[in-house]
């Protein structure tokens, strides 16, 4: 199947500082990504979709201010947490939009785990 | 509200038994239905998707469509102890933003 790489897998930082977590398109060139953050014990939750050469949409509730997208070409998208604090520290998740050879659906990537002390 | 709706479990079977996993949605528009596997600690992965009314099988797996009665199960045969995971059922309703909608998942554990 289709496959997405996220960069880095884990990272532990200090409160107040900023974070770039990286989504990459491996074999396939993906318009659409879509950012997600897991809670332990709990579901998905949809952050944002990320549409290349435009304006990521957010979901309601999610500040667009703190956790920056950008995605600038077919294979990658990058979410910056701004000024992370505790409450930040979460499991992300990507997703690329596949088409052509692969099946029309979301792939996701490996996830990066974020603590925030 | 799209709402996708799972027994969130945790469903128990013996190893060789057939897990039976359902899965009900609200937006009657929905055309694309998916179903995922995360083992704990790791990310969503793909296991089958289904269109059409009716059955769709790939190995031990079988997923189920009824559409008119809004409802998706994953039927998995043979249940081996490594199927033990959270299964997430998730739509895709008409329209250009391709987003999905995911259930809370279903957590299976196959007994040995």
């Known amino acids: 199947g289709a496959v997405v790489s996220q960069h880095p897998s884990w990272v532990i930082c200090k409160s107040g500082t900023s974070v770039k977590i990286e989504c990459r398109s491996l074999?396939?060139?993906?318009?659409?990504m879509f950012w997600y953050r897991q809670f332990p014990k709990q579901s998905l939750m949809l952050m944002a979709t990320?549409?290349?050469?435009?304006?990521?949409?957010?979901e309601q509730g999610v500040e667009k201010d703190k956790f920056l997208i950008n995605h600038a070409s077919l294979t990658l998208s990058t979410l910056t947490v701004t000024s992370a604090h505790p409450e930040d520290s979460s499991f992300y998740i990507c997703?690329?939009?596949?088409?052509?050879?692969?099946?029309?659906?979301?792939?996701f990537g490996p996830g990066t785990r974020l603590l925030v002390l | 509200q799209k709402e996708v709706e799972q027994n969130s479990g945790p469903l128990s079977v013996p190893e060789g038994a057939i897990a039976s996993l359902n899965c009900t949605y609200s937006?009657?528009?929905?055309?694309?239905f998916f179903w995922y596997r995360q083992y704990s600690g790791k990310s969503p992965e793909l296991i089958m998707f289904?269109?059409?009314?009716g059955d769709k099988e790939d190995g031990r797996f079988t997923a189920q469509l009824n559409k008119a009665s809004q409802y998706v199960s994953l039927l998995i045969r043979d249940s081996q102890p490594s199927d033990s995971a959270t299964y997430l059922c998730?739509?895709?309703?008409?329209?250009?933003?391709?987003?999905?909608?995911f259930g809370k998942g279903t957590l299976l554990t196959v007994n040995p």
């Open positions: 997703s690329a939009r596949a088409l052509g050879l692969y099946q029309e659906t979301q792939y």
């Open positions: 074999d396939f060139q993906a318009t659409t």
């Open positions: 990320s549409n290349e050469g435009s304006k990521a949409t957010y």
């Open positions: 937006d009657r528009g929905s055309q694309s």
């Open positions: 289904i269109y059409s009314n």
């Open positions: 998730a739509v895709m309703s008409g329209g250009s933003n391709y987003k999905l909608t």
